[in-house]
């Protein structure tokens, strides 16, 4: 009787232990919220120019926000800020952007690969991006 009530609690503990682990984890639209700063880019096609690309992105800064607002912002002499709209596929594992400045064919979906509490790594149709988080 002894070893059966032994089970039975282990078993209740494994329960709520697995229970509690669910809750905790954050969605991927919860953990994308912040500012975030681009690190790499890998090309699928590099060529002559990807390594002056790379440079230019250095620590440009992209910030989620919880209304589905994104900013992202490059200092120093090319200086620039870009605002828009994002949402997470219903899964989600993919990032849909629509920039407020009017250009064509530069906004396109990308799948999230990672999101975890320091990176954020982006597949996209020319290549991937890893960002970490700002501290």
Not at 1 to 10: A, G, P, Q, Y
Not at 82 to 93: A, F, M, R
């Amino acid at each position: 009787m002894l070893l059966f009530m032994k089970r039975s609690w282990i078993i209740v503990f494994l329960i709520l232990c697995c229970f509690h682990n669910a809750n905790a984890q954050k969605s991927n639209a919860e953990k994308i919220i912040g500012c975030w700063t681009f690190k790499t880019f890998e090309f699928v096609n590099p060529d002559e120019f990807s390594k002056e690309i790379i440079k230019e992105a250095q620590n440009t800064e992209v910030c989620f926000d919880t209304n589905g607002k994104f900013t992202s912002t490059k200092s120093g002499a090319n200086a620039f800020t870009i605002t828009g709209v994002y949402s997470l596929s219903e899964d989600g594992k993919t990032l849909s952007q629509k920039r407020d400045i009017a250009t064509d064919g530069i906004d396109e979906d990308a799948e999230i690969v990672v999101l975890d509490a320091e990176n954020l790594t982006f597949k996209l149709e020319f290549g991937t991006m890893l960002l970490q988080r700002k501290k």
